[in-house]
């Protein structure tokens, strides 16, 4: 059974940083892309960024980009991602989520952007 | 970048009957393999997104056949032959031929 938990939420000021976790169970990690997907209180999905199965290709929604950086650990089927200078339109769930068709997703972990 | 448009936001059914949801996209999403980068998405009150519909009409695994996706190019729907209980929820389209991006969502509730 494939298993995705994030970690790593909370509440953070603006201008602060944030390093979410996913651990990934039930399939071969290192074989598949890994994305990061969120969602804004009440509100739709955006997808965030994805990385590829051996990491040399990275992408991201303009609205992170520079801020934000996904990273994965093939030895220990981790998939990270480290938010800076997060803002107040950084609150959301943040899931992670198996491949680039997002097979798979995670429970999500809480982001609160306030001051 | 691709901007997907779902209609109707809301969807009112009755148990039993179909409901047909629309999306369309800003550009056509085929990809230059060859294959079409529209996949459907259900995500019930208080659960993560789970995907039901990959490349336009493929069923992913233990999606009842109640569901169904269809279109094309630009134009594409997610039929539900007939709506039960546990179908309600939000319903999200999502490009993947440029960039990722997914449409407002739809609501459907029972009448």
């Known amino acids: 059974e494939v298993q995705l938990v994030e970690s790593g939420g909370g509440l953070v000021q603006p201008g602060g940083s944030l390093r979410l976790s996913c651990a990934a169970s039930g399939f071969t990690f290192s074989s598949n892309w890994m994305s990061w997907v969120r969602q804004a209180p009440g509100k739709g999905l955006e997808w965030v960024a994805n990385?590829?199965?051996?990491?040399?290709?990275?992408y991201y929604v303009d609205s992170v980009k520079g801020r934000f950086t996904i990273s994965r650990d093939n030895a220990k089927n981790s998939l990270c991602l480290q938010m800076n200078s997060l803002r107040a339109e950084d609150t959301a769930i943040y899931y992670c989520?198996?491949?680039?068709?997002?097979?798979?997703w995670g429970q999500g972990t809480l982001v609160t952007v306030s001051s | 970048d691709v901007v997907m448009t779902q209609s109707p936001l809301s969807l009112p059914v009755t148990l039993g009957q179909p409901a047909s949801i629309s999306c369309r996209s800003s550009q056509s999403l085929v990809s230059s393999d060859g294959n079409t980068y529209l996949n459907w998405f259900q995500q019930r009150p208080g659960q993560s997104p789970r995907r039901l519909i990959y490349r336009v009409s493929k069923r992913d695994s233990g999606v009842p056949d109640r569901f169904s996706g269809s279109g094309s190019g630009t134009d594409f729907t997610l039929k539900i032959s007939r709506v039960e209980a546990e179908d309600v929820g939000v319903y999200y389209c999502m490009q993947g031929a440029h960039s990722w991006t997914f449409g407002q969502g739809t609501k459907v509730e029972i009448k």
């Open positions: 990385i590829k199965e051996d990491g040399s290709e990275k």
């Open positions: 989520a198996r491949s680039r068709g997002f097979v798979d």
